[in-house]
């Protein structure tokens, strides 16, 4: 944009590319050309008047349009039919996208994937995913939760979005991670390292091992031995609530046998049976104790 001359050719082929691409247009200048630009216009000038502060924010608007077609993959994106992407609860579903990027859901997860020429987008409504992103340079991969959005290049990574909550662990590459606004400044998570976004704000957690991330794309771990915190930290992922362990005991307690991790609620019932402990639940967690 900026200096960068408007390219008319540029401009019409994008206009005649889609049928919807002219009425989508033609409603974003009738709303700039509006009412509240004629009264920008006889309000300019006047004293006292307000019309120099309209008249200066719809022109910003006009000029954006105008100063060239690089604001259209706005418009390609909103315009794209979304694919939608679901699994059932206790499952795990491989999804491989048109650019080759392969999503892993769980978790009762739901999406709805975007790609245009500009864009690669996921929204992730609800539950769990791995991502596997296929390098595209011109073309960033996105994922966008409702509070939070994770940029990425090209690289493995797990997104969970819970209710109150969105935790990202990067196995591979880099990610922006941030909430999903204008002013906010997100923080760039390289492998092995996670963080999430939740009412105490954006902050960075454990690091992680990479062979660790997203463990229950294969439903089923086998331990031996494993400290109880670890089955908790892989069952985190798909469980509908975060779980907490409140004795340093408990949590070194040694776990053996094979682990279903599409099923966090049903496990932890299991477990509290041969390893003693209460699971109580509340609204916002799930916590275990000594009994």
Known sequence: MGDEAFDEA???AWLAGDPRCRPAYDTMWRRIM?????????????????GHAWLVGGMTVLLVMLGGYQSLPLIALYLAQPQDYSVADGKVRAVTLADGTQLTLGGS????????????????????????????????????TGSARIVDVGTSFEVSNKPGSIRVAVASGVVRFG??????TPIQLQARQAAILDKAGLNRIADVKPDEV?????????????PLRQVIADLQSL????????????????VSGRIK???????????????????????????LSKR
């Open 34 to 50: 509006g009412s509240d630009m004629d009264a920008a216009l006889q309000a300019y000038g006047r004293p006292g008047g307000s």
């Open 179 to 184: 909430r999903n606004g204008w002013f906010d």
């Open 239 to 254: 469980s509908p609530l975060p779980i907490d362990i409140t004795d340093k005991g408990l949590a070194e307690k040694p």
């Open 109 to 144: 997860a739901q999406v709805k994937i975007r790609y245009t020429r500009h864009d690669r987008v996921v929204e992730l409504i609800q539950g769990t995913l791995f991502a596997k992103v296929a390098h595209d340079a011109r073309r960033p991969f996105r994922i966008d």
């Open 214 to 226: 997203a463990r229950w794309r294969g439903e089923w771990m086998e331990y031996r031995g494993a």
């Open 10 to 12: 540029a401009f019409d």
């Open 261 to 287: 991790l599409t099923d966090p609620v049903g496990q932890l019932e299991n477990l509290s049976i041969t390893h003693a402990f209460r699971v109580h639940k509340t609204e916002n967690a799930l916590t």
